[in-house]
Structure formats: structure tokens, C-alpha cells
């Protein structure tokens, strides 16, 4: 890790938001659950000097036993880079949305919920983006059921047969 100053202000952003802290691939990362999520992600856009206010992306992804949203942040004004995981619970996913912080959020957020379920309290706009409308489930997470090739080929030849 190149940047110490920065790697102090995250592990005491830690504290704050009772996260943990961990440094992969020479870039940090910080854990938190869901409902300090804000909190978390105001200390790392407002960090003196080394601010994280840039949000590159943002993505649902499947823990088995929960969810997690993934924040990408690095600064406009510098080398710096913080990965973000807000942890939710798999039964009950919501979490805060970030549209009041970064604008952009918007349609990352529409995304991961259409891929994951993940629902984003305060979101301007939550609907599917990609998946219709009245389509059932949540086709990224892992307990999402498809059907096999087989029943698929069986289907198609009934109805081509016909």
C-alpha cells in the first residue's frame, strides 16, 4: 500500500462505522453493514486531503449467506482508490441508497436490484432495467432456479412438432 495516510483515515473511518478493514491486491477495502452504509461512504467522499469522491461503480454480488453492494470510489484529485462492501441481509435486502451522494448511482442501483433483489431505501426511481416487468426472481443470485437444456430442447421440439 503506497498511500499510509490514506490506509489511517479508512481504519479510522473503521471505527466510526464499526467496519473492518482489508488491503487486497494492494487496494483497500472496507466492510460494513448495510445500515452504516452512509455514514461510511460521506467519511470516505470527505476524507481530508485524500478524498474518495469519485464513484466508479457500483454492483450487487451473491455471499450465499448474504449480499453484498460494492462501491468502487477513487479521487478526482489523486492516486487513491477504496473499495466499499456494504453487507445485506439476504432475507431482508435493503440497504440506503447513494442517489443523495452520487447521482450516478442511479441506474447501477436499478441494476443490481433487477439482478440481485437487493431493494434501495430512498431510491428516486426503483424498477427492473433489464428484466421485464412482471418477471419472477433474481436471475445473479445463486439460489435462482433455471431450468436444464434438456427441458428447454424437450419444449422447443413439442412446439416446433406441433
Not at 432495467?129 to 439460489?143: A, V
Amino acid at each position: 500500500m503506497e498511500n499510509k495516510v490514506l490506509r489511517e483515515q479508512v481504519e479510522k473511518l473503521a471505527t466510526q462505522v464499526n467496519g473492518e478493514v482489508e488491503e487486497i491486491l494492494g487496494e483497500l477495502v472496507l466492510k460494513v453493514q448495510a445500515p452504516n452504509i452512509i455514514q461510511a461512504l460521506n467519511g470516505a467522499k470527505n476524507f481530508p486531503n485524500f478524498p474518495c469522491d469519485f464513484l466508479h461503480d457500483l454492483c450487487g454480488l451473491d455471499g450465499v449467506d448474504h449480499l453484498e453492494v460494492i462501491y468502487q470510489l477513487s479521487s478526482l484529485r489523486g492516486p487513491q482508490r477504496l473499495r466499499v462492501k456494504g453487507i445485506v441481509d439476504r432475507e431482508n435486502s435493503v440497504i440506503d441508497s447513494v442517489t443523495s451522494i452520487w447521482q450516478g448511482a442511479n441506474f447501477l442501483e436499478r441494476e443490481a436490484y433487477d439482478m440481485f433483489g437487493i431493494k434501495f431505501k430512498g431510491h428516486p426511481n426503483l424498477k427492473r432495467i433489464y428484466m421485464w416487468d412482471d418477471f419472477e426472481g433474481y436471475p445473479l443470485r445463486k439460489d435462482y432456479v433455471t431450468e436444464p437444456i434438456e427441458v428447454r430442447n424437450i419444449t422447443r421440439t413439442r412446439i416446433e412438432g406441433e
